[in-house]
């Protein structure tokens, strides 16, 4: 395979850039990665070049530069955790804005003048409406949504003062993983559904369901969950289409179709075999009852075709790679 340009992927080592970075190299691109290794993960690939430091350290952007003929960035690194950014905003701001700032000044310093971000869904707050378009108001419930957000602002009000060339991804519910990959999701403390779920499963202990109560079809929350796997083939497709120099955009990265805790939970006990001890808690306040993406303008514009579209393949696939650790 011809190979194709050469990528810097922040946060590469992460759940969705770990993911990003071996679909890329898949497909044939030259993959360099910055990740700071926040989690400790098990992360030795040969088939990706590998700078451990922060992506906010001027510094290691600049040696990298340097050292590799970068393309195009593509922006994965930052804080994910919405609940804790309500505890603590400005730790949320410093470690998403103020180092997006310093990645796009080396960027702009080095002439490197192609973005893809990965940003989220977390952007729009509570829905108006369901599904979610890219024209659905913003108004983010947590500071770490706002961090989103504001980098996408950022972003934007670069790109129309230079030659910045930018495609937004705003992912709904990142889940599943790709089995032989040696890949899994390293966050700690997990706080995503399924993981926990299939983690119940597995260990025997219980799975606490925060609230039952919701105006759902069951009573629990409902949230589009696209396979990781198709969130990175979003980013080949972003990828593709500012090579064929298309406008810059934002897109919705979803299937469109949303599942309830209780199904993903009743999925979890088919796909493993095993028993789940539920313990019913109340909900979160912040808890939205129901988050669904319109992915129509991606399927469209940016050609993307999610493949995974049912829950069972998200949890078999988790499930499969929970047995290779």
């Not at 040969?46 to 906010?56: C, E, F, L, P, S």
């Not at 179709?257 to 539920?278: N, P, Y």
């Amino acid at each position: 395979m011809k190979q194709k340009s050469t990528i810097l992927i922040t946060g590469g080592a992460g759940y969705l850039g770990s993911h990003i970075s071996y679909v890329l190299a898949q497909q044939g691109y030259k993959v360099v990665i910055l990740d700071s290794f926040e989690h400790n993960q098990h992360f030795t690939p040969q088939w990706a070049r590998v700078y451990h430091g922060d992506y906010g350290d001027a510094h290691i952007l600049k040696k990298i530069f340097k050292e590799q003929v970068i393309q195009t960035v593509v922006h994965c690194a930052s804080s994910i955790q919405g609940q804790v950014s309500l505890q603590k905003p400005l730790e949320c701001y410093y470690a998403n804005v103020a180092k997006t700032i310093t990645l796009l000044e080396v960027m702009d310093e080095h002439i490197i003048k192609s973005l893809v971000f990965c940003s989220s869904s977390a952007v729009y707050g509570a829905p108006q409406y369901i599904p979610l378009d890219e024209k659905h108001p913003c108004v983010p419930l947590t500071p770490y949504g706002s961090s989103k957000l504001m980098i996408e602002t950022i972003i934007q009000d670069c790109a129309r003062v230079s030659e910045l060339r930018f495609v937004i991804l705003r992912y709904f519910n990142i889940a599943g993983a790709i089995p032989g990959s040696g890949l899994k999701e390293w966050h700690i403390p997990e706080t995503h559904l399924i993981p926990l779920v299939i983690s119940a499963c597995k260990s025997g202990a219980p799975f606490y369901l925060f609230g039952n109560d919701y105006p759902s079809s069951d009573g629990t929350a409902v949230r589009d969950y696209v396979h990781v796997q198709d969130c990175a083939f979003a980013v080949h497709k972003a990828l593709e289409h500012l090579a064929y120099q298309k406008p810059c955009d934002v897109f919705n990265v979803g299937t469109g179709r949303g599942w309830s805790v209780k199904q993903v939970i009743d999925t979890a006990v088919l796909v493993t075999q095993k028993e789940c001890k539920v313990i019913s808690s109340k909900r979160s306040n912040a808890d939205l009852p129901v988050v669904i993406a319109d992915v129509t303008k991606a399927r469209h514009l940016l050609e993307f075709n999610p493949q995974s579209t049912l829950l069972e393949r998200c949890l078999e696939s988790l499930w499969k790679v929970e047995m290779e650790f």
